[in-house]
């Protein structure tokens, strides 16, 4: 049997890398021949390796790429046999063949529906067969090229382009692919490819940059067994390991990063070329960013030259002026200019560590339309860390962590994009954020001035909010703003997280809670500040966080603060009236807290109403609903001890995982308990009669005529996420803020049925739960519980028993001591 590669030893040297990928391909060559002159050696067929095989660089357990060539578009009875025979040898000796059968017409041309082809082509190698065949095909194919190079290069940017925006068009991801990401095998190949089309040479970096993700690939390959290409936390501790002089994990992905992106700028910057060469002097004449052009600086197909790159050093200003130009007109510096700007580095950090910018720099940067194109220009080039020294601590700076999907510095930037992308938004709820955006006009550069601080303590091993507000406030001291600027700037970072930690464990429901956040904010201008700061944060951590439902709860809990300032929501609770409520409804509001009313709209509380009415007379009732891309079960019925858990785990038992729940108890012994749930695989919306099994499960559970545990054994557990972001369960005790019950809060590893097997904890401990809040966030699950005992807040020793049960509920049943 080949062997697929060498058993792990660490992460090999750059050199060591592109050597060893030559080796393997020249040993395949020599199997791959053996079975050919076996079975096809009367054949009139050619053998091409292709792709990355083709380059003779092949990776331990990458596909081998074969193409035959053949003088006919279909292979004879016979040349299938042989060809299955000789894929099932490759098989059997280790090696992942693919193969495709082309005629030399097929080659010569691209193909609609395949434009791979052509580019997989460029790396063709003759490996065995009719030499004559290969011969007119590589004679044929040369016309070709030549014919159309400029056809080849613009498909090669545009499979790039296509590539790089499934990646968000970013580097900094926390676990990046070393193939197919920005920076990685992909893009060196682009290079290579767009280099051979041009006639222009490979830059003098060239082998570092391949052998340095060669090595990175290669490492991940032997240690996983597989064609495995993301560098997972786990990896990085394991790559690192072998680095000791880089300093751990975060060290080891610093010096990834840096030579991504060098390699991702080095092909966007060979697609600009092609694109510019490829473009006519009619495109030239219908530009109209070139009227942009002024004294300082030369525009071009949305490109910014110098005018007088040797005024650099000698005036200071031009690059303050050239970013504030970037951000005012959403341009983008050529890639001579960024080039110019680098090498200028040096000088820049000893010029501005002596004179800083200046607030009103900052100011009219991050008021224009465009600021997070010109801070993300500024960042690529080196120029933020000289103006911004503190930024340096973020860069490339990894924090294991698997809500987040980007670098800490890339998250900033994010964030500070999704703020501009609300000029887009046309559909509720972002829409309503759109207009917040808009009315906050003048405050634009306070509210983008604080994204770019917000995280700048992270990584010091002390609070990363506390650190952040620190740096800020030396910043802006230095910097010159204005006492007031200053204080409006530093609320918006010391408060990043008060809304978001809101949503996530308190009752938004409750008067008390309303209140402490309404004089937390102390005035609309900075709750409409912070709102937007949340939508950006959280939308930042990754594009699939900020979803509708949570886009939804911001907004609401922004319109509730935004009443209770303007002294709305502090009149007391009235008792329902005859007019505009139905007699069910005054029936439900007159049992139930007077929080329930802040939660629901009317149209939630008449439907609610007639459901409670019905459960009254049948036991049990259920609604089932889909909101916000989530699905919402209400469920009325006689209230039990263990009917909220219960309850939790037959949702769970149906696959579906539950972002929020509520339990309220009627005064005439009835509970109205609502799920608000995402169905991942979509099994609600494609089979709707799924739709009315999953109501009959709740009703019968709700009757106690099916266990949640009967039906939990059908949901499998989940696979476990990597040792480098999991966490030992926390518990969390404190008083509600109203003395009416005890918060308790559980961070733990998610997994099928955790809420249930946590309400079930309270619920043995003799606990009422009068509302619980559950939020998952990657592999990690947040759930708080607002619990009392015989109508009253825990005592000490009883919430020391809850602690005890909830922190043996948060180990699968396997993992639980006896």
């Not at 930037?413 to 759109?434: C, D, I, M, V």
């Not at 099994?683 to 109501?695: C, M, S, V």
Request: a neutral charge; glycine letters at 6%.
């Amino acid at each position: 049997m080949l062997s697929d590669g060498a058993a792990p030893n660490g992460v090999p040297t750059a050199e060591e890398a592109l050597t060893r990928l030559a080796e393997r391909a020249a040993s395949v060559d020599e199997a791959v021949r053996a079975v050919w002159e076996e079975l096809f050696q009367d054949s009139a067929l050619a053998l091409l390796a292709v792709g990355g095989y083709g380059r003779g660089r092949l990776f331990p357990h990458s596909d081998v790429d074969l193409l035959l060539l053949a003088p006919r578009d279909m292979a004879s009875p016979s040349e299938r046999n042989r060809l299955s025979e000789m894929l099932r040898r490759l098989w059997d000796a280790g090696l992942r063949a693919s193969h495709s059968w082309r005629t030399p017409e097929e080659c010569c041309a691209v193909q609609p529906g395949n434009p791979e082809l052509a580019v997989s082509l460029l790396d063709a190698r003759f490996l065995a067969g009719d030499e004559r065949l290969y011969a007119a095909f590589a004679a044929r194919w040369k016309r070709f090229e030549e014919k159309n190079r400029t056809q080849l290069a613009e498909l090669i940017c545009r499979m790039m382009r296509a590539r790089h925006a499934r990646f968000h068009n970013t580097v900094f991801h926390l676990e990046p692919d070393v193939k197919e990401g920005p920076g990685g095998w992909r893009d060196w190949q682009t290079i290579e490819w767009l280099a051979r089309l041009s006639g222009r040479g490979l830059p003098v970096e060239a082998d570092g940059w391949a052998g340095t993700i060669a090595s990175a690939r290669i490492f991940l390959h032997e240690r996983h067994g597989r064609d495995h290409n993301t560098l997972d936390f786990d990896s990085q501790e394991a790559a690192a390991a072998s680095r000791p002089e880089l300093a751990g994990a975060a060290g080891w992905m610093r010096a990834w990063y840096r030579n991504a992106t060098a390699v991702e700028r080095a092909a966007v910057r060979a697609a600009a070329l092609c694109d510019s060469h490829g473009r006519g002097g009619l495109h030239l004449l219908l530009d109209r960013t070139r009227r942009l052009s002024n004294a300082d600086f030369t525009v071009a197909r949305g490109l910014v030259w110098l005018r007088n790159p040797g005024h650099l050093e000698r005036d200071a200003e031009l690059p303050l002026r050239l970013f504030v130009f970037l951000a005012r007109h959403g341009l983008r510096p050529a890639p001579e200019t960024e080039a110019r700007i680098e090498a200028a580095d040096r000088h820049w950090k000893r010029a501005w560590a002596a004179r800083p910018a200046g607030a009103p720099f900052w100011k009219e940067l991050l008021a224009a339309p465009h600021a997070s194109a010109a801070v993300r220009a500024m960042r690529g080039c080196g120029f933020l860390a000289a103006l911004l020294p503190e930024w340096e601590r973020i860069d490339h700076l990894v924090v294991p962590d698997f809500s987040h999907q980007f670098t800490v510095d890339e998250h900033t930037l994010a964030a500070l994009e999704t703020l501009e992308s609300l000029e887009r938004e046309s559909a509720p709820p972002r829409k309503a954020f759109a207009e917040l955006w808009q009315e906050s006009a003048r405050e634009h550069w306070q509210l983008r001035l604080a994204l770019l601080l917000h995280d700048a303590g992270k990584g010091s091993g002390r609070d990363h909010v506390d650190e952040s507000a620190a740096i800020a406030r030396e910043f802006l001291r230095r910097e010159g703003f204005a006492p007031r600027e200053s204080e409006a700037v530093l609320f918006l970072i010391e408060n990043h997280l008060a809304l978001s930690a809101a949503m996530q464990s308190q009752d938004l429901a409750d008067p008390e809670v309303q209140a402490r956040l309404a004089h937390q904010m102390g005035a609309i201008e900075r709750l409409r500040l912070l709102t937007l700061m949340t939508y950006a944060d959280i939308s930042a951590v990754s594009p699939k966080q900020m979803t509708a439902w949570r886009a939804s709860r911001l907004l609401s809990l922004y319109r509730t603060l935004y009443a209770r300032l303007e002294g709305e929501l502090d009149r007391p609770g009235e008792a329902p009236q005859d007019t505009g409520w139905s007699a069910a409804a005054r029936v439900l509001l007159a049992g139930l807290p007077e929080r329930y009313r802040w939660s629901r709209n009317a149209e939630e509380i008449e439907q609610e109403a007639l459901l409670l009415e019905a459960a009254r007379n049948s036991g049990a009732a259920v609604s089932l609903s889909g909101v916000h891309g989530a699905w919402r079960a209400v469920i009325a019925a006689a209230d039990h001890p263990r009917l909220f858990a219960t309850l939790a785990g037959a949702i769970s038992a149906h696959g579906m995982d539950i972002l929020e729940c509520e339990a309220f108890t009627h005064e005439a012994g009835f509970a109205v308990d609502a799920f608000l749930f995402a169905d991942p695989h979509r099994t609600l919306e494609l089979n709707p009669p799924e739709q009315e099994r999953l109501r009959d499960t709740l009703r019968r559970a709700a009757l106690g005529q099916v266990s949640a545990g009967h039906l939990l054994r059908r949901r499998p557990m989940p696979r476990l996420p990597a040792s480098a972001a999991r966490e030992a369960p926390a518990v969390t005790i404190l008083p509600d803020q109203s003395g009416r019950s005890t918060v308790v809060e559980v961070v733990a590893q998610d997994r099928p049925a955790l809420l249930h097997d946590l309400a079930l904890a309270i619920s043995e401990a003799g606990c009422d739960i009068r509302l619980a809040l559950a939020d998952t966030r990657g592999h990690k699950a947040i759930d708080v519980f607002y619990v009392s005992r015989r109508g009253a807040p825990l005592g000490e020793a009883e919430a020391a028993l809850l602690r005890r049960r909830l922190e043996k509920a948060c180990a699968p049943p396997a993992a639980r001591p006896a």
